[in-house]
């Protein structure tokens, strides 16, 4: 007889989570059992579980405060963490110090203390924990691994990386929870610690120093005073622009977005649709980066958040030439049902320019479903006991976490105080492997 299922329990049970349960659902599939669920909010919890039972499922609830019975009562083997980012610490931290293994969404978390005191527990226990870096799983993107470490153009001297988020998936981080950095972090943690991580993993190095700068440029109130907005309200619902707003989320419309937000606002006042133009908002929405790595590689980033078309821009300089990679990507909503990230096949290429020789435009390797096709491939390295192994190292631990979510702390740091920061100067970097290789 083989092992038992490996016994799951998720907390944080918004949009994203659903990715999860529906897999640990999947009899067909499932690699596990999903025997817990935790949130704050009561009546979305309260909606999982029956969910879950009305499959056949038997999973215990709780809130934050009954986390850790349920995790003894439970007999819990892996947590998956779905929190918003600020909480991840506070359900990692108790979940390693269980014995239990952990499954963190991106990023790993907000702030350079928060890490440390993650770190500090992974050492402490020698729990695994693993963050979903589902980036790192497109095919498109496995491709450009494959090609660089081929020797394809040599050693990378240089990055030029572009990311651009448009007015539709764009502006959502301006609606919700993520428009505060003591939520989220702001986007160059939240969001862009997948592009830090990318070129982390690309490079198989670690960043050494980081120097940025940022603003709100667009999600102001300027912006809705020149759109002509002048009578808008705290929130979409109700207000008296809507029907002249380009920025109008119509929730009541949205029915996979009211089933989780909209039906459940009495439980903890949580509002999925708040004015994007809202003089509260405290995240940029224009940024630029520059990171060194410890292999002599320089990276310049940028990531605006208001473009009129979504997708992003990447090439590495190399010492035997240049590898090209760009990606169109379909517009989408977080949580509205639709699969995120997917490819424009049409507007998704990778050209190889040797430095003595002629252009070459490659076949893209192309992938299923959401983010790119590397949803799919992330839950089966994830959630499979005996994974295939995997050449190209797209599995990602509490190292390859940190690392990428240390250039946004420290590319927040630097716009706060004008200055360089070095990575050996915050408190988690203590907890990591001198700069080298990254995971």
């Known amino acids: 007889m083989g092992a038992p299922p490996r016994r799951y329990a998720q907390v944080g049970l918004g949009a994203r989570s659903w990715l999860y349960s529906f897999a640990l659902a999947d009899r067909g599939w499932a690699r596990g059992e999903l025997v817990g669920l935790c949130d704050r909010n009561a009546g979305r919890l309260a909606q999982r579980v029956d969910w879950a039972r009305a499959g056949g499922l038997a999973p215990c609830g709780c809130g934050p405060e009954g986390f850790g019975a349920m995790l003894r009562e439970a007999r819990v083997d892996e947590v998956i963490v779905a929190t918003d980012d600020r909480d991840h610490d506070a359900y990692i931290v108790p979940a390693l ?72 998936h764009g502006a959502d981080y301006f609606r919700r929870w993520h428009r505060r950095k003591e939520n989220s972090g702001g986007l160059l943690v939240h969001k862009a610690t997948h592009h830090f991580d990318l070129v982390n993993w690309w490079l198989g190095s670690t960043p050494t120093t980081v120097r940025a700068a940022g603003a709100r440029r667009f999600y102001v109130p300027a912006t809705a005073d020149r759109l002509g907005l002048a009578r808008r309200g705290a929130r979409c ?169 240390l250039v946004g702390i420290a590319a927040n740091r630097s716009i706060a105080t004008g200055e360089t920061v070095r990575i050996a100067s915050l408190r988690a970097a203590a907890r990591l492997a001198p700069a080298g290789t990254a995971g």
Request: proline share 5%.
């Open 97 to 168: 110090d269980a014995g239990c293994d952990v499954i963190s969404e991106k990023p790993l978390t907000i702030d350079d203390d928060r890490l440390a005191r993650i770190l500090e527990a992974q050492a402490r226990t020698g729990g695994r924990l693993r963050v979903t870096f589902n980036y790192r799983y497109a095919p498109a993107r496995a491709q450009v691994k494959a090609l660089l470490a081929s020797g394809a153009i040599g050693d990378v001297a240089s990055v030029d990386f572009e990311w651009l988020l448009d007015t539709q």
């Open 237 to 405: 619902l109700g207000c008296a622009e809507a029907a002249r707003c380009p920025f109008h989320l119509d929730l009541e419309a949205e029915k996979a977005l009211a089933a989780i937000y909209l039906a459940h606002e009495a439980h903890d006042g949580y509002w999925r649709d708040r004015c994007v133009f809202d003089p509260e908002i405290d995240i940029e929405d224009a940024m630029s980066v520059v990171v060194e790595y410890a292999s002599g590689a320089q990276l310049a980033y940028s990531l605006n958040a208001f473009m009129p078309y979504e997708g992003y821009r990447v090439a590495f300089n190399g010492t035997s030439g240049r590898l090209e990679h760009r990606a169109r990507e379909t517009p989408y909503l977080s949580g509205d049902g639709g699969a995120p990230g997917l490819f424009v096949k049409e507007e998704t290429s990778i050209e190889l320019f040797p430095q003595f020789g002629e252009a070459r435009t490659l076949p893209v390797d192309a992938g299923e479903g959401g983010h790119g096709g590397g949803d799919a491939l992330l839950l089966e390295d994830l959630l499979d006991p005996a994974p295939t192994p995997d050449p190209l190292g797209r599995a990602a631990d509490h190292a390859a976490g940190a690392w990428s979510v």
